[in-house]
């Protein structure tokens, strides 16, 4: 079974800045595409940014220029650098990774707990 653990969020002030992590662990053959999501209170959860194992990056329009993706891959993390945070970013977030196991299984999405990321105006 592959774990993603999130770490990082907190209470910030507009302006402010934090930086989310994600740990991934278990049984890990190798690890593709690795993300984060949103979910504000009332609205879907939501893409922000991802990274390829190869380092090649998508960030949404409403943040890119303020958060950064950037991953380990010998610590199997990936981590969110968020500036200039808006009172809009407050959502709890999400770590993705799409996961293989083993050489011969198939890659597959796991999620982690969420981590929530509240700023106050």
């Known amino acids: 079974q592959v774990q993603l653990v999130e770490s990082g969020g907190g209470l910030v002030q507009a302006g402010g800045s934090l930086r989310l992590s994600c740990v991934a662990s278990?049984?890990?053959?190798?690890?593709?595409?690795m993300g984060w999501y949103r979910q504000a209170p009332g609205k879907q959860r939501e893409l922000v940014a991802t990274i390829t194992n190869g380092g090649s990056t998508n960030i949404v329009d409403s943040v890119k220029g303020r958060f950064t993706i950037t991953r380990d891959n010998a610590k199997n993390t990936v981590y969110l650098q968020m500036n200039s945070l808006k009172s809009e970013d407050t959502a709890v977030y999400y770590c993705?990774?799409?996961?293989?196991?083993?050489?011969?299984?198939?890659?597959?999405?796991?999620w982690g707990q969420g981590t929530q990321v509240t700023v106050s105006s």
């Open positions: 278990g049984i890990i053959f190798s690890i593709n595409t």
């Open positions: 993705n990774a799409d996961v293989r196991s083993r050489a011969w299984s198939m890659q597959r999405p796991f």
